[in-house]
T-cell receptor
Framework: EPEVTQTPSHQVTQMGQEVILRCVPISNHLYFYWYRQILGQKVEFLVSFYNNEISEKSEIFDDQFSVERPDGSNFTLKIRSTKLEDSAMYFC????????????FGPGTRLTVL | RKEVEQDPGPFNVPEGATVAFNCTYSNSASQSFFWYRQDCRKEPKLLMSVYSSGNEDGRFTAQLNRASQYISLLIRDSKLSDSATYLCVVSLYSGNTPLVFGKGTRLSVIA
């Protein structure tokens, strides 16, 4: 069964460093998302992406964040200068079309900022 | 005001029990409704969509009351494998739109 994959599974970084989290959405999906979940908190929407541009973003997704689809398969989230409060689980999700709101989630990347 | 509210639990129930979870949402314009399941430190997985007429999938029954902005999930004949956190999720539109998650209700099914 096709699935969303994410790498790395765990990333440890120093405050102020840049990190890139990678996702490979399901191959025929067209809409991509990033969510995050701080430990013990709810899952929160960050950004959605379609046709090589951001469709929507939350107030969490400030200038420190960017997304890119550098090739036909990868979808990346970059955090330019990490803060302690960026420590969270980051989930990538994808969905096949605008008519379906069934979003398939990847296993997540646990980001720890020291 | 929280967008999606759930009783955090935990609900500790014996195998075979019936358990019900409730959820309320604040935005009356919400169009799509779901229950997701999340195991510890794992990704959310879609359990079922929730339709206005109510829907059932095996041991799971979901109901929606738009007037009260209330969603429920009933699990019958609980199994040990049902132990997880159940997330109530809504979205504003149908189709490509962000999901808004509740904090989840934790269920532990005990042998």
């Amino acid at each position: 069964e096709p699935e969303v994959t994410q790498t790395p599974s765990h990333q440890v970084t120093q405050m102020g460093q840049e990190v890139i989290l990678r996702c490979v959405p399901i191959s025929n999906h067209l809409y991509f998302y990033w969510y995050r979940q701080i430990l013990g908190q709810k899952v929160e929407f960050l950004v959605s992406f379609y046709n090589n541009e951001i469709s929507e973003k939350s107030e969490i997704f400030d200038d420190q964040f960017s997304v890119e689809r550098p090739d036909g398969s990868n979808f990346t989230l970059k955090i330019r200068s990490t803060k302690l409060e960026d420590s969270a689980m980051y989930f990538c999700a994808s969905t096949i079309s605008s008519r379906s709101n069934e979003q398939f989630f990847g296993p997540g990347t646990r980001l720890t900022v020291l | 005001r929280k967008e999606v509210e759930q009783d955090p639990g935990p609900f500790n129930v014996p195998e075979g029990a019936t358990v019900a979870f409730n959820c309320t949402y604040s935005n009356s314009a919400s169009q799509s409704f779901f229950w997701y399941r999340q195991d510890c430190r794992k990704e959310p997985k879609l359990l079922m969509s929730v339709y206005s007429s109510g829907n059932e999938d095996g041991r799971f029954t979901a109901q929606l009351n738009r007037a009260s902005q209330y969603i429920s999930l009933l699990i019958r004949d609980s199994k040990l494998s049902d132990s997880a956190t159940y997330l109530c999720v809504v979205s504003l539109y149908s189709g490509n739109t962000p999901l808004v998650f509740g904090k989840g209700t934790r269920l532990s099914v005990i042998a």
